[in-house]
């Protein structure tokens, strides 16, 4: 685009010639390679944040068998599936419907999954060793659910990659952080109860960032979903 400096300091004066000046430079950085990467890092070291914030708080209040079973990560989860995600809107109908219903099926199964571990109670009687593998095997359990799902649906796999990719890093983060409330005394209280609601906060705010993320994703995926639509019954097919 040419810009003919002189027109625009007649028109505007040095003050607007400057504004436009620094809107334009402020576009090209935040389009850039190196703002995504760096706004990448940040809001991974927010994400860190919150999780260990999570766990500090909750050490510090009692935990009942009530407030596992009804805690708010089922409520959120129901939240996002039936109010926030329906008002989704990505860069196209496609990529809506799809990431839509990726994002759907992650919730449903996590919830799924984390409510019939919690209902069974047998965390309650575990020693720490137990309990973290047992829930080591049930975050491995969810993932696996949820991806095949997924893949059973139609999405396509390049969507299933990259935000398995996106999640990596904070997946590896609520392992660690999982282990470390496992085997830490601080945590220890009857039935193992603070140590299942800490464990609870921690992925609410996976999902969370998971969701936040979505977007990041979709955009992040530019020639591979070419020519791919969404029949009126819902199934994908390529477009030749």
Excluded at 32 to 45: G, N
Excluded at 62 to 90: A, C, G, M, R
Excluded at 166 to 195: H, P
């Amino acid at each position: 685009m040419e810009i003919n400096i002189l027109k625009m300091v007649r028109e505007y004066g040095i003050g607007g010639f400057l504004f436009l000046a620094l809107v334009i430079i402020g576009s090209a950085i935040v389009k850039s390679k190196w703002f995504s990467e760096w706004w990448t890092s940040q809001t991974d070291r927010i994400i860190e944040w919150i999780l260990k914030r999570k766990v500090k708080n909750t050490a510090e209040s009692n935990v009942t068998e009530s407030d596992i079973l009804n805690h708010d990560i089922f409520n959120y989860i129901d939240f996002w599936i039936y109010s926030k995600i329906p008002t989704f809107q990505f860069s196209t109908d496609y990529r809506t419907i799809v990431f839509r219903r990726y994002l759907t099926t992650f919730l449903k199964k996590y919830k799924e999954n984390l409510l019939d571990f919690v209902s069974q109670e047998k965390y309650q009687s575990m020693d720490q060793s137990e309990l973290w593998k047992s829930l080591l095997d049930l975050i491995n359990k969810i993932i696996f659910k949820y991806e095949s799902e997924c893949e059973s649906l139609g999405i396509p796999k390049i969507i299933i990659t990259k935000m398995k990719s996106k999640n990596n890093d904070t997946i590896t983060l609520t392992i660690d952080l999982i282990e470390s409330i496992t085997n830490s005394k601080f945590y220890q209280s009857n039935k193992n109860l603070l140590k299942m609601y800490s464990i609870l906060n921690i992925i609410l705010s996976v999902l969370e960032s998971t969701i936040t993320n979505s977007e990041v994703v979709c955009n992040s995926i530019n020639g591979q979903l070419k020519g791919l639509k969404i029949s009126d019954g819902g199934k994908i097919y390529q477009e030749f």
